[in-house]
């Protein structure tokens, strides 16, 4: 039975019970055969574990995953919204493609650098630099940066224009505005002033 349970075929079976071992060399070579298998199986069961944990780290996000790290600016009516606003854009379109991958593991850090982007503005802020200071305009060409990598090509001209948008919507403001009062008006003077500088140095 013991042999049976092991999958063994009867044949095999039939050869180990002739041998003329006693009961309890017998027993002890079951045991041993039963030993043996139990490490294959933790081994499978440790090579499913590995695989599985592969493929779940490989999953995109989920909608929960986003909103349990973004809090509610990942909102379904958000997302509707930005989609009608901007779904034909070739911007919202290479967003889209490149995001769509991101695990969560991905969005982790797109918000650690999205944090560290925002301490830097409130630091320049917080030490009396004006927006058209070296470290409030090294600060928006992080910001920059960050969605031209993260999400979509983003040129300064392209920024400027994007940074109005943080004072004139009001979501947006009150984003920045939660963080640090004022941090909205100085974010997009930031900007600016970094698209100014680009284009000094460039000439357009």
Not at 121 to 130: K, R, T
Not at 172 to 185: C, N, V
Not at 186 to 198: E, P, S
Request: proline share 3%.
């Amino acid at each position: 039975m013991v042999y049976r349970r092991l999958e063994l075929p009867l044949e095999e079976i039939a050869t180990l019970l002739d041998g003329e071992e006693d009961a309890v060399d017998h027993l002890r070579r079951q045991r041993a055969t039963v030993m043996s298998r139990l490490d294959e199986l933790r081994e499978l069961v440790s090579a499913i574990d590995r695989a599985l944990e592969r493929e779940m780290n490989d999953q995109p996000a989920t909608p929960e995953d986003l909103k349990e790290l973004f809090g509610d600016g990942f909102e379904d009516e958000y997302q509707q919204e930005a989609q009608e606003r901007w779904g034909e854009t070739d911007a919202w379109k290479q967003s889209q493609s490149r995001t769509k991958r991101y695990t969560k593991a991905d969005w982790a850090q797109v918000k650690a650098e999205m944090d560290a982007v925002n301490a830097a503005f409130v630091a320049a802020l917080a030490s009396g630099e004006p927006a058209r200071g070296k470290a409030a305009m090294d600060a928006a060409e992080q910001h920059r940066l960050h969605i031209h990598e993260r999400f979509y090509d983003l040129d300064h001209a392209f920024h400027r224009g994007l940074a109005d948008m943080y004072v004139a919507d009001p979501r947006f403001t009150k984003t920045y505005e939660d963080i640090a009062p004022g941090l909205a008006a100085y974010v997009r003077d930031a900007i600016r002033a970094n698209a100014d500088r680009y284009q000094d140095r460039h000439g357009g």
